[in-house]
């Protein structure tokens, strides 16, 4: 595995090194050393590179919906991000390369791939049936929720892109069934954001 460098602010030096971060005086880098978890630091780990939308915080939103297989309830995940998340815009036109663009609105996530480790760590813990998966109707694999009683994949399309659907509330009735549990750490992905009013109605914080 190769060495994992941090991104510490200058104000925070002593609390890193405190927790076990090394100076590399070459590199002027901050690192992880062998045998110490990542997860220590988790607030300075770095970001994909590829990593097309970022936020310094994010809710997990959890909702219930029939399985169109089993027709049984099961819970559904996603990811909601607030206001001040930003998407890498690709700027092909101009010599001055890509922007990260700042969102005044919530966003929530579909197609979710390339999560930071100390994410899938939260997912792991409360959403085990939402995972990395294959899916044949886009040919790639993204996280994705899966059935808590048949196993069946339940693909993103109808909950986050056909109005209606367990991400996309149309009322107030229908938003209040879904669950949002905030973290307080950093964000990234690639995926496909949407941004609207169905993001306007109260959803209840857990
Ligand atoms: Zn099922």
Same mark, same amino acid.
């Given at each position: 595995?190769?060495?994992?460098?941090?991104?510490?602010?200058?104000?925070?030096? %002593?609390?890193?090194?405190?927790?076990? &971060? #090394?100076?590399?005086?070459?590199?002027?880098?901050?690192? +992880?050393?062998?045998?110490?978890?990542?997860?220590?630091?988790?607030?300075?780990?770095?970001?994909?590179? %590829?990593?097309?939308?970022?936020?310094?915080?994010?809710?997990?939103?959890?909702? +219930?919906?029939?399985?169109?297989? $089993?027709?049984?309830?099961?819970?559904?995940?996603?990811?909601?991000?607030?206001?001040?998340?930003?998407?890498?815009?690709?700027?092909?036109?101009?010599?001055?390369?890509?922007?990260?663009? #700042?969102?005044?609105?919530?966003?929530?996530?579909?197609?979710?791939?390339?999560?930071?480790?100390?994410?899938?760590?939260?997912?792991?813990?409360? &959403?085990?049936?939402?995972?990395?998966?294959?899916?044949?109707?886009?040919?790639?694999?993204?996280?994705?929720?899966?059935?808590?009683?048949?196993?069946?994949?339940?693909?993103?399309?109808?909950?986050?892109?056909?109005?209606?659907?367990?991400?996309?509330?149309? %009322?107030?009735? &229908?938003? %209040?069934?879904? +669950?949002?549990?905030?973290?307080?750490?950093?964000?990234? $992905?690639?995926?496909?954001?949407?941004?609207?009013?169905?993001?306007?109605? #109260?959803?209840? +914080?857990?």
């Amino acid at each position: 595995m190769s060495r994992i460098d941090l991104n510490v602010p200058f104000s925070e030096k %002593d609390e890193a090194k405190l927790l076990g &971060a #090394r100076w590399d005086a070459r590199s002027k880098v901050w690192f +992880v050393p062998d045998g110490t978890d990542p997860r220590l630091f988790q607030r300075w780990l770095p970001l994909e590179q %590829d990593i097309g939308i970022r936020s310094d915080s994010y809710f997990l939103a959890q909702t +219930v919906a029939m399985c169109w297989k $089993c027709h049984e309830l099961t819970s559904l995940f996603s990811f909601i991000l607030p206001p001040g998340h930003e998407t890498l815009e690709i700027n092909e036109d101009s010599d001055d390369g890509d922007y990260w663009f #700042r969102h005044s609105d919530p966003a929530t996530v579909s197609y979710v791939t390339d999560l930071p480790p100390h994410v899938v760590t939260q997912l792991k813990a409360v &959403a085990p049936y939402y995972r990395l998966d294959f899916s044949k109707t886009t040919g790639s694999s993204y996280w994705m929720n899966h059935c808590e009683q048949c196993g069946m994949k339940q693909g993103d399309f109808e909950m986050h892109c056909e109005p209606g659907g367990a991400f996309f509330p149309m %009322d107030q009735h &229908a938003a %209040d069934r879904i +669950v949002l549990y905030s973290y307080r750490e950093s964000f990234g $992905c690639n995926g496909s954001a949407s941004w609207g009013d169905h993001l306007s109605f #109260r959803m209840r +914080v857990a």
